[in-house]
């Protein structure tokens, strides 16, 4: 009882910045261990000295984006409704939504496996695998194709058990997968001599220890009583879920779909492009990764106070966070300023590949400095329900407008407009948001209710 109390008192009385540090520090901290998470697999490939394998492991990432969309639609969209329902007192109703997901989670895995290893060589030449690459690609593929249920399980209920105001169980989660996923990349990749394959069979591995962990969180540690039974299956609940867990999976969804169309358009220049922007890419996930853990960590508390009716704490929770996220990015920008070259060298030796990641690398972060106030203000939005501005967010970043002027940019400026196309966009959509959130906050009714 006391555990609940301190964390409603989080959610509804802490001083702002402590809520915000309180809430965000563990997904914060988990996302820097997803971090070296996505990092470990691209430095022991790299231990491999082949360009074909770095190439591939690229090619191969935006499969697993897709997979963890997947289970966004569901960690995302449970999520806002769970925090919403816990802000109004509803704890039977939160609990039946996690009991549903682990149902609809199920049956979305067992979809994706079935349909990728019937249809694997198509999904080669989608991601742009071609000669040499292909092998490498398919091996590094398969595993995660075998395993990708369990990527999407893992990913959703990391999610959701942060959104009780439990974001320490939800750290673990993320820290058991990286420890075992760290331990077992050089023992699948040298020991057993799997290559890229063993790569990837570490990352399912991984994925299974820290599913294991969540699933034993809400047995012994929820506030919340999980009883999946036919009564969970509510039209209200699946509106409640897919119309906010919609628009953030076609999000990620889109993040993959313009990765695979960047590494076809990046194809065209060799494998030394498209092993350079994979690490280029990985090493800017920093900043990306560690602003999501901030909005991620804020968004159960614009969940609670919207459905608290707390607009004064509401706004106070949403100024301060992106002024520390502002911060973040300016501290990364200059890190990668100064550092780029060196952090490129620690995952290839390879001069031309270290020459070239840290002209990229430069290139992706320019816009640091504002991108968390999209993320913080789109997570806004998904925690109060306002399924059209996050749906237009949502693909607006990765879709309307980023794959358009990917083409227009790359087809009229080349390799140099290929490598800013998302800065450029970066700094449209804070644009967009910002207008978007301002909107929703003087109209909506909850807010003004008396």
């Known amino acids: 009882m006391k555990s609940n109390e301190s964390r409603i008192y989080v959610l509804a009385e802490a001083p702002v910045l402590r809520a915000i540090f309180t809430m965000a520090m563990p997904v914060m901290f988990g996302m820097l261990i997803q971090i070296l998470y996505n990092m470990v697999d691209t430095f022991f490939i790299g231990k491999l000295n082949d360009v074909n394998q770095l190439a591939a492991s690229n090619l191969g990432f935006p499969f697993f984006m897709i997979t963890m969309a997947i289970g966004g639609i569901i960690g995302i969209g449970s999520s806002s409704v769970i925090s919403r329902y816990i802000g109004m007192k509803k704890l039977n109703e939160a609990g039946d939504i ?144 897919l119309s906010i867990g919609i628009p953030s999976g076609l999000n990620q969804g889109l993040m993959a779909l313009s990765g695979i169309l960047t590494n076809n358009l990046a194809a065209a220049y060799g494998a030394t492009i498209l092993a350079s922007l994979g690490i280029a890419s990985k090493v800017n996930s920093m900043i990306i990764l560690l602003l999501i853990g901030l909005a991620a960590g804020c968004q159960p508390l614009f969940g609670y106070n919207y459905g608290a009716k707390n607009k004064a704490r509401l706004i106070s929770i949403l100024k301060t966070a992106m002024i520390v996220a502002v911060i973040m990015g300016l501290a990364m920008l200059a890190l990668f300023t100064l550092a780029g070259k060196h952090l490129i060298a620690i995952f290839s030796p390879i001069p031309e590949v270290i020459e070239q990641g840290r002209f990229i690398l430069t290139a992706v972060s320019c816009s640091a400095p504002i991108i968390g106030i999209f993320m913080i203000t789109m997570n806004c939005l998904q925690a109060l329900g306002k399924a059209i501005p996050s749906l237009i967010l949502s693909t607006g970043r990765q879709g309307l407008f980023y794959i358009p002027i990917l083409f227009i940019l790359s087809a009229t400026f080349g390799f140099h407009g290929l490598v800013f196309t998302q800065a450029i966009v970066d700094v449209l959509m804070v644009i967009t948001a910002t207008i978007m959130l301002r909107h929703v906050i003087k109209t909506d009714p909850l807010l003004h209710a008396q």
């Open 98 to 241: 996690v009991g549903l997901s682990l149902y609809l989670l199920l049956a979305m895995g067992v979809v994706v496996t079935a349909l990728c290893l019937a249809f694997m060589d198509p999904i080669l030449m989608l991601l742009g695998a071609h000669g040499d690459v292909v092998g490498p690609t398919r091996g590094y593929l398969t595993p995660l194709v075998i395993g990708s249920s369990i990527i999407m399980a893992n990913y959703a209920l990391g999610i959701m058990i942060r959104s009780e105001g439990a974001p320490m169980n939800a750290m673990v989660g993320m820290l058991i997968g990286s420890v075992t996923n760290i331990i077992l990349n050089p023992i699948m990749i040298f020991t057993f001599k799997l290559g890229i394959a063993g790569s990837a069979w570490a990352t399912v591995i991984a994925n299974t220890a820290g599913l294991c962990w969540y699933i034993w969180c809400y047995a012994r540690k929820s506030m919340l009583k999980i009883s999946p039974g036919r009564h969970v299956w509510k039209t209200a609940y699946l509106k409640g879920i």
